[in-house]
């Protein structure tokens, strides 16, 4: 009932920037929460940053000062805007998005994953 489309991955150097959106189409009647996620080989999946319906934020540590993360609500679509890019933060980055279905059921849907590479 949920679509989610990432868009934005891809290679770029170090000190690089890049911007990932993903996009929710479907039965929505609202939603919530949409975060973003990375798993890097040899890792565990873990958070990036997330965005409540309300505006509040979390970052993960490794990545405050230089990820953003917004949300349009009238597109339904979750942005990370990736600045001073580091070896590092390179990984398979998901969004989440959890909200509420027309027909009142809740929902907990995950992107298809959008490799971003940070190496010269």
């Known amino acids: 009932q949920v679509q989610l489309v990432e868009s934005g991955g891809g290679l770029v150097q170090p000190g690089g920037s890049l911007r990932l959106s993903c996009a929710a189409s479907?039965?929505?009647?609202?939603?919530?929460?949409m975060g973003w996620y990375r798993q890097a080989p040899g890792n565990e999946r873990e958070l990036v940053a997330a965005?409540?319906?309300?505006?509040?934020?979390n970052y993960a540590a490794s990545v405050k000062g230089r990820f953003t993360i917004s949300r349009d609500n009238a597109k339904n679509t979750v942005y990370l805007q990736m600045n001073s890019l580091k070896p590092e933060d390179t990984a398979v980055y998901y969004c989440?998005?959890?909200?509420?279905?027309?027909?009142?059921?809740?929902?907990?849907?995950w992107g298809q994953g959008t490799q971003v590479t940070v190496s010269s």
């Open positions: 989440n998005i959890r909200g509420v279905l027309r027909d009142t059921r809740n929902f907990d849907f």
């Open positions: 479907g039965s929505i009647f609202k939603i919530y929460y």
């Open positions: 965005i409540a319906s309300g505006g509040t934020t």
